[in-house]
């Protein structure tokens, strides 16, 4: 069960009491990768000193994929990317629960399950490899001033995103496959990976799944846009959020590439 364990001061992730059931209805095993920046998450001690810390390991089995290595695996859009990089242990798994938290995202403009697929399950060199559009594995030099101000264009970034999403997908469906869930709720402009987030001003919506990655998160992104602010309630700053970075983007080109389809019937479970 991919999922993001959370930045170090960050009270938005899904929390361990909130998703036990699922994880426990499956026999599941949190799994995560580092991350490829400085932080409470950038190397596996560091890592798992915040899975303790926010409770994981307590309840479930956890595994850092990349805590002993990395391996490449095939990418059908090679516009930026030749290969993706994710961690070793995703080897040993034959099914996955992708269980993203949707919200915003400094970078991506938001999170969900596309985001989850493809830097949530890249190693460190990964991610960079992801973040600099194909242009260097190497985190350090990813980050670089100079490096960033040469850099890939914002959409040359959420296309390798959405590569490498759909690595990870036909990845997975070598074996048995993936379903899609995202969680609305803690709606923050930040990611996770924040670890001073925003507080979210928009009310918690619910949770989406699907087996089609872009239609759940094109569903999600349909949610907000469509909502009706109201007192305590407003949806404008995670839209403003979405739309500087030019989120929703990366479900278009994801359709595009052939991951998904942005059309969806939306079936409601509750009523």
């Known amino acids: 069960m991919k999922i993001s364990t959370g930045e170090g001061g960050n009270k938005h992730y899904l929390k361990p009491t909130l998703i036990r059931n699922l994880v426990e ?8 990768c580092c991350t490829a920046y400085g ?6 001690k560091k890592h798992w000193e915040t899975i303790h810390d926010h409770g994981f390991d307590s309840i479930f089995k956890v595994d850092l994929m990349d805590e002993y290595g990395e391996f490449e695996i095939p990418v059908k859009d090679t516009t930026h990317l030749k290969y993706d990089i994710v961690g070793e242990h995703l080897k040993n798994y034959d099914f ?9 995202h400094a970078m991506g403009g938001f999170g969900g399950v596309l985001k989850n697929a493809s830097i949530g399950v890249a190693s460190t060199n990964g991610k960079a490899y992801i973040h600099s559009a194909g242009r260097t594995a190497n985190p350090t030099l990813c980050w670089a ?22 690595a990870v997908h036909d990845y997975m469906y070598t074996k048995k496959g993936v379903v899609y869930i995202n969680v609305m709720n803690n709606m923050s402009v930040d990611c996770d990976c924040d670890g001073s987030p925003e507080a979210p001003k928009l009310k918690d919506m619910g949770i989406c799944a699907s087996l089609d990655p872009v239609a759940v998160d094109q569903a999600c992104l349909d949610m907000v846009f469509a909502h009706q602010a109201s007192e305590g309630d ?8 979405i739309n500087r970075q030019h989120g929703t983007y ?3 080109y994801a359709e595009q590439i052939g ?9 409601r479970i509750d009523e």
Request: glycine fraction near 10%; charge should be negative; hydrophobic fraction near 40%.
């Open 25 to 32: 209805a499956v026999d599941g095993t949190i799994v995560e």
């Open 39 to 44: 932080g409470s998450r950038q190397d596996p």
């Open 96 to 104: 996955m629960i992708n269980l993203a938290h949707f919200k915003g």
């Open 145 to 166: 001033p100079g490096f960033i101000a040469a850099g890939p264009g914002q959409d040359d970034f959420l296309e390798s995103m959405a590569a490498a999403a759909q």
């Open 234 to 241: 407003d949806e404008k700053p995670l839209i403003e959020r």
């Open 250 to 252: 990366i479900t278009e």
């Open 259 to 267: 991951l998904g389809h942005r059309t969806y019937q939306l079936v």
